[in-house]
């Protein structure tokens, strides 16, 4: 009689082949579909580690494009796989398409700081805090993301251009136009974001990204730093 051949489970492997080690490491990319979805199951059964079961899930289906039909009843099919991971997995793929049909939306199309304003000034008007946000924009000014960088105040301590660029270099921005609110409603360019703007403008020339304009948003009316000729 043979021995019995012993079974590695995930916790016994080595860290950097762990799905969740190696995802923090390595990033997301570096796993393979089975790891991915080992990820997302969590767990797997008796007989078979996580890795194992989205690896049967895979082969028994066909690769992942099968996960967009299958209904729950189908994926339960699989040996290990029970209603609570195939909910898990089809909550994913959903997540998914969803992602997918929003890149492939309109962007907005920023042609003016009016449009700037119109897209800001209902969250900001009204508040009674400073918020400094970003509007990152591709090489076709569309909007990518409005990804807010403070809030409680403006200086130079707070709106550093490493914070600023880190998010622009995060999205891949061809350009950036700099956003803040006045509480008091008049939108009046202060010393310190005069200051704050001329500094951002000089950074983004040494790293390649555009600093195209500053938008104060007050109560219903906004200035625009380009138009003022101070960027």
């Known amino acids: 009689m043979g ?16 799905p969740r080690e190696k ?22 059964s008796k007989e078979r580690t996580a890795v194992e079961l989205s690896q049967d899930i895979l082969h028994y289906f066909g690769g992942l494009r099968a996960l967009n039909y299958l209904s ?18 089809k909550a994913v793929v959903e997540l998914s398409k969803r992602l997918a049909s929003l890149s ?23 508040l009674t805090q400073e918020v400094f946000k970003l509007v990152l ?28 660029f880190k998010e622009a270099i995060k999205h891949s921005s061809a350009a950036i136009i700099l956003v803040h609110n006045h509480p008091s409603g008049i939108p009046e360019p202060s ?18 990204i555009d600093v195209l304009d500053h938008i104060i948003i007050g109560d219903g009316i906004f200035t625009s730093m380009k138009e003022e000729g101070i960027i």
């Open 3 to 18: 021995a019995l051949e012993y079974r590695f489970t995930i916790k016994e492997l080595p860290e950097e082949e762990r």
């Open 23 to 44: 995802l923090l490491k390595y990033g997301a990319e570096s796993l393979s579909d089975a790891e991915l979805l080992a990820i997302i199951i969590r767990i797997g």
């Open 72 to 89: 729950i009843r189908e994926l339960t099919q699989i040996k290990g796989l029970g209603p609570a991971k195939a909910i898990q997995l």
């Open 104 to 126: 492939r939306q309109a962007r907005e199309v920023i042609k003016s700081p009016q449009d700037v304003a119109q897209l800001l000034m209902p969250e900001l008007r009204f």
């Open 137 to 164: 924009l591709d090489i076709k000014n569309q909007v990518i993301a409005m990804p807010m960088v403070s809030k409680g105040g403006l200086s130079s301590s707070i709106v550093h251009p490493r914070e600023v």
């Open 191 to 208: 010393r310190d974001d005069i200051s704050i703007t001329k500094r951002l403008v000089d950074s983004g020339k040494i790293i390649g």
